[in-house]
Nanobody, 119 residues
Framework: QFQIVESGGDLVKPGGSLRLSCATS????????MGWYRQAPGKQRELVAA??????????EYAESVKGRFTISRDNAKNTIYLQMNSLNPEDTAVYFC??????????WGQGTQVTVSS
């Protein structure tokens, strides 16, 4: 049985920072492309950041709205990924989901963690 558990969501003031974690078990973590998505009320789920499967050099991609502010990373020894979020603004308010992707027929999702940016 797989588990994908996000944590680290919180209420933070504009300009603040948060670090999200996504701990996984029961999946072949090293072979998964890992990603963070978010969904704000009334909006579609969108990709925030993604990182390639484990290799010597990992490559990451980011949504334009978070480039330069967010950083995705993975710790293959801990089967965990992280999302460091800096300079948060109210538009970043959403539920953040962790995704493990192998192919279109084989991917896994976590339950999400709430991030609220408000003064």
């Amino acid at each position: 049985q797989f588990q994908i558990v996000e944590s680290g969501g919180d209420l933070v003031k504009p300009g603040g920072s948060l670090r999200l974690s996504c701990a996984t078990s029961g999946i072949a973590f090293r072979f998964a492309a890992m990603g963070w998505y978010r969904q704000a009320p009334g909006k579609q789920r969108e990709l925030v950041a993604a990182i390639t499967p484990a290799r010597t050099t990992n490559y990451a991609e980011y949504a334009e709205s978070v480039k330069g502010r967010f950083t995705i990373s993975r710790d293959n020894a801990k089967n965990t990924i992280y999302l460091q979020m800096n300079s948060l603004n109210p538009e970043d308010t959403a539920v953040y989901f962790c995704n493990a992707y192998y192919n279109t027929d084989n991917e896994y999702w976590g339950q999400g963690t709430q991030v609220t940016v408000s003064s």
